[in-house]
């Protein structure tokens, strides 16, 4: 079995790189920048063929894509539809929970309407269908809750909620009402080799189930830094509820998939281990 996997240079794609060249498979790492072992394209349209494709090739920063916009939202279907015309028999597509919005309090099951509202939506929400739809194709989505780990972007709020640990003072956040689903990073890799050497279709979420909100991830790492005297304080706390958490059953009954790490202990491991600057 040949496995392709795009993206492969990025936070996800590494870790889900990694966890499948242990396996007894042929896997293709294929990305834009060089990196060790790399296949390495000007464009995705140029992916080699496999027999299962994992793409994880699309840009995760929700404002960089909407600021891009249109022109976003046509190359994105283009790389589609040439990575499906390499006729894999399987394709996995790292999608997004943010499809469900935030709006209601409810864990969001795979069946749950989706909200096509911006760039960034309408892309997962395309790549989601064509995945599904293509004749010829066995497709599975993933759409994934928060992923934290080591490696992973400066700009979201555990970065930041990091970045002041260790410290003096009020730890200060943007917003501390909104409740998300935080899940480890090499929990979501596991996620995905085990639904690329499946055989279930469709839509699956791939999460906790558990609801934490800003204020509970601020206090928590800083309880787990020893710090936990420190207050947070929101500095524009807005009115409106903010909720995303996901319903992974259906996962587990296909994959036989759960997440293992709890928050705690991902976090433990991040305030432990030295950024890369550190001598």
Request: aromatic share 4%.
């Amino acid at each position: 079995m040949r496995v392709v996997v795009t993206g492969a240079s990025g936070f996800l794609g590494q870790a889900v790189l990694n966890r499948l060249v242990n396996l007894d498979v042929q896997v293709i790492g294929v990305a834009r920048r060089p990196g060790p072992g790399l296949h390495v394209v000007a464009h995705y349209g140029q992916t080699p063929p496999g027999d299962v494709l994992v793409h994880l090739a699309q840009t995760s920063d929700r404002h960089v894509v909407n600021a891009i916009g249109a022109a976003h939202e046509v190359e994105a279907d283009a790389t589609m539809g040439a990575l499906l015309a390499t006729r894999p028999a399987r394709v996995v597509f790292g999608s997004s929970a943010v499809l469900y919005g935030d709006g209601t309090n409810h864990r969001h099951g795979p069946d749950d309407p989706v909200h096509e509202i911006d760039s960034y939506t309408r892309i997962k929400a395309a790549c989601e269908r064509r995945v599904l739809e293509t004749p010829g194709v066995a497709g599975s989505v993933a759409r994934m809750v928060n992923l934290y780990g080591p490696g992973m972007a400066h700009g979201n709020v555990l970065s930041h909620v990091l970045a002041q640990i260790p410290g003096s003072g009020a730890l200060r956040v943007f917003d501390d009402g909104p409740v998300r689903d935080f899940l480890w990073i090499e929990d979501a890799a596991q996620a995905l080799v085990q639904m690329a050497l499946g055989q279930a279709c469709g839509v699956f979420n791939v999460g906790t189930g558990h609801a934490t909100s800003i204020r509970q991830l601020a206090l928590t790492a800083l309880a787990t830094a020893g710090q936990a005297e420190r207050a947070v304080y929101a500095t524009q706390r807005s009115a409106r509820p903010s909720h995303l958490v996901v319903d992974p059953s259906r996962t587990h009954q296909a994959f036989a998939w759960s997440a293992t790490t709890p928050l705690t202990s991902g976090l433990r491991q991040l305030l432990l281990t030295p950024s890369p600057s550190t001598p």
